[in-house]
Structures are given as C-alpha cells and as structure tokens.
C-alpha cells in the first residue's frame, strides 16, 4: 500500500512544464496522426540520469494533462526514441550507482531505482489512458534502455540494433522490470537465462524469440510505425478491445516493481570493488558514444 501511495502521490500532483523547459528531452506533436514524440537526448552520458528521468515524469503529466482536457482525444500514440545516433538508451546511471554504493547510501540508490520504476510503470500502463505507448530502437538499447523499450505496449527495432541486459557482468542484475516483462513474452525460463547470460542480442534475433513485436530494416522505424499505425486503424475497435485484455491478463502491479527494485538495491550494496572496478570502465564506455 505504501508503494501504491508513492505512486499516486507522485503521478497526480506533478505541475504542468512546457515543451520547451525540458532539459535531455526533446519533444513535438504530431496532430494528424495523434502521435506525441519524446527523443532521449541525456548528457553527459545517454543513459537514464536523473533529469532525464525527471523529464520524462514531467512530460508525462502534460500528456495526461492534454489528455484530460481533450477528453482523452488529443494522443492516440507515445512514442519514445531517441536523439542521439547509433544509440537508443545504454541503461541506468552507473557513474551514480558506483558513488551511492561506496557511501553505502541505500536511500538514495533506492530513490535513483524508484523513479526508474515510476516512469517505466507509467509507460507500461500507457498512463492509464486508452493511448498506446511505442519504442523505436534504432541504436544500443542496453540494461535499463532494453527495461525501457521493453514497457512500451508496441517495441519496434531497426535490423542491427543491439540489445541486452549486461548487468550480470559487474555482478548485478536488472533490477527495474525487466524479468517482470521479459517472463510474461517469453515465459520465466526464457527470461532468467537471458538476464544471467548477459548476451547483447540482435533485434533480428530478439524478434525470432518474440521479444520485439515489429522488425523495420535500417533507417525504416518510422515508416513500420506509420505502417503499423494506418494498419491498426482499420481495426481500431478489436486493437483497444485487445489492449484491455494484454492489460488484464498480463497484469504487472506498481508493488512488484517496487519489490524486486528493493532486492536490486540490497544486491547492490553487495558488490566488492571488483565489480565495481567493472561498473566504473563501463562508465568510460557509456561516456565515450556521447
């Protein structure tokens, strides 16, 4: 019940920022196809910083906001992409991990893994509104950038985009939703060995498993999204009807998230300097594509 607060508390009281205030966020709006486009753009590093996070929360509450005053109108699609070429998103903050892990600071890791959850849950459940949220993966989408695109009801990925759940390299694991969503597409054994593996897989491959829902070849996602979108159209009725039923038979609560959010902090809290020597190189390779 407690998470459950913290998830209202958080996602109805949120004020109203304009387009133009966002800091790693870019955004437009697409009015003859209903589409509201949001472009990850995070510095100093493309992965889930804390503003962007704060972004994304931010430019979630003016959807629902324009939502509400267009009496659930205004949106048809959320597309989430990204700005940066060659990547998609590589994962959570590792530079913030390593700091909060040395100082032992729990409270602050698990406020860091509880705004991952909040947005990712707000994708998932397409913010509680009849839109449908959509991942266009161009580029590495890696540890929490695969959690990401893996909570829009639609992932679409271009041929060679690269995906994964590295975490097992440093002797952690994914700990923002990824088993919760990977176990209900391909089933829990399916999911527990691609997390333990740590294999970066192809979206050719990750389309063969079901993981990816639409294959675009190179440089052709948002034509397989426009493709998908006036297919879709034509069936409008039975897609919502069967949103409503993925959403009722694939249920994912807030709690769960938050619980196993809550194990991930206390393994990582865990880990010896090696695996940090580990987390801190992978810094200096996220650094380095920006």
Request: proline fraction near 2%; hydrophobic fraction near 40%; charged fraction near 25%.
């Amino acid at each position: 019940m407690e998470a459950i607060a913290h998830y209202q508390n958080n996602y109805h009281t949120l004020p109203l920022r304009k387009r133009e205030q966002f800091e790693q966020l870019k955004t437009h709006y697409d009015a003859k196809h209903k589409i509201g486009w949001f472009l990850m753009d995070a510095n100093p590093r493309p992965c889930f910083t804390p503003t962007l996070l704060n972004d994304i929360s931010n430019y979630f509450t003016l959807v629902k906001n324009e939502m509400l005053d267009s009496n659930n109108e205004k949106y048809d699609y959320l597309v989430l992409d990204s700005d940066i070429e060659g990547v998609f998103n590589l994962g959570g903050d590792l530079d913030l991990f390593s700091a909060k892990i040395q100082q032992g600071d729990r409270s602050a890791l698990l406020k860091y893994a509880t705004s991952c959850i909040d947005v990712l849950y707000e994708n998932m459940t397409h913010l509680n509104t009849e839109l449908t949220t959509v991942a266009l993966v161009k580029g590495d989408a890696l540890g929490g950038g695969f959690e990401a695109a893996l909570s829009s009801n639609v992932l679409i990925a271009e041929r060679g985009a690269k995906m994964g759940l590295p975490e097992v390299l440093f002797n952690l694991f994914p700990g923002m939703g990824a088993f919760s969503l990977l176990s209900r597409k391909i089933g829990t054994v399916n999911a527990e060995k691609m997390i333990l593996s740590g294999k970066i897989y192809s979206a050719e491959e990750l389309f063969e498993q079901g993981v990816v829902d639409i294959l675009a070849e190179k440089g052709e996602a948002e034509i397989a999204l426009y493709k998908y979108i006036k297919a879709r159209s034509r069936i409008a009725n039975s897609c919502s009807a069967m949103q409503k039923v993925k959403d009722r038979c694939n249920t994912i609560n807030y709690q769960e998230l938050i619980d196993i959010t809550n194990i991930w902090v206390d393994a990582a809290l865990k880990l010896r300097d090696k695996d940090l020597r580990m987390i801190n190189r992978l810094v200096t390779r996220q650094t380095a594509t920006n």
